[in-house]
């Protein structure tokens, strides 16, 4: 098993730009997140999708859409890039959105915007 | 107030030492609790998850004072492996959101 994989690992983006982040697991898991993590500010959710057909915003949404396409896979995207966007970007996908459930994270895709 | 604080460090102790880490949240009705481990560069990784008042796991303890809203991390008998990012995270009172702390670096030196 691959576990939670993410394309690409790193990005240099150009202010206005767009892109989209992907994220695919294998572990059947029903929940999926996206985190930034910047220095000093430790990860911050952006959105999450507790189970297929769903998705929430976190607590730093703003710039940001995602789509749950399948329960495999939770993409991300940015559609009109900022520099303050520039971040290490995590996926993490749970068995369950609560209780002891624990996440697994993915590689992370480095992005920079200039 | 942050949902989550924890002393950032650096913390750098000997090969061998004894070493606790400290974390605090603010939402008394959060529902669980997990340490992570964090290598430079690299992503995440669930070191322990924190169930009733603490849980045992070789060398590694985690505790959890409901009352007092903390949880601490023990680390004995200290490897130069150990060094690494301590991310201290708590679940939300729904259930669909985990809080992280800034994390505490350790440095084992030897």
């Known amino acids: 098993n691959a576990g939670v994989t993410q394309t690409p690992k790193f990005q240099v983006l150009k202010t206005g730009q767009s892109m989209t982040l992907q994220c695919a697991q294998d572990?059947?898991?029903?929940?999926m997140y996206w985190y930034r993590q910047d220095p000093g500010m430790g990860l911050r959710l952006i959105y999450y999708?507790?189970?297929?057909?769903?998705?929430d915003k976190g607590e730093v949404p703003n710039g940001y859409n995602v789509s749950r396409l399948n329960k495999r896979e939770f993409s991300l995207r940015l559609e009109s890039a900022a520099p303050s966007q520039t971040s290490v970007y995590f996926c993490?996908?749970?068995?369950?959105?609560?209780?002891?459930?624990?996440?697994?994270f993915g590689p992370g895709t480095r992005l920079t915007v200039l | 107030r942050k949902e989550v604080e924890q002393d950032p460090g650096p913390f750098n102790v000997p090969e061998g030492a004894t070493v606790a880490f400290n974390c605090t949240y603010s939402n008394s009705a959060s529902q669980s609790f997990f340490w992570y481990r964090q290598d430079c560069r690299k992503e995440p990784k669930l070191l322990m998850s924190v169930y009733s008042s603490g849980n045992e796991d070789g060398r590694f303890t985690a505790q959890l004072n409901r009352a007092s809203q903390y949880i601490s991390l023990l680390i004995r008998d200290s490897k130069l492996s150990d060094s690494a990012t301590y991310l201290c995270v708590v679940n939300s009172f729904t259930g669909n959101q985990f809080y992280f702390g800034t994390g505490t670096s350790l440095t084992v030196i030897p």
């Open positions: 993490a996908s749970s068995m369950l959105a609560g209780g002891y459930n624990e996440q697994f």
């Open positions: 999708s507790a189970s297929e057909g769903t998705t």
């Open positions: 572990m059947n898991h029903n929940s």
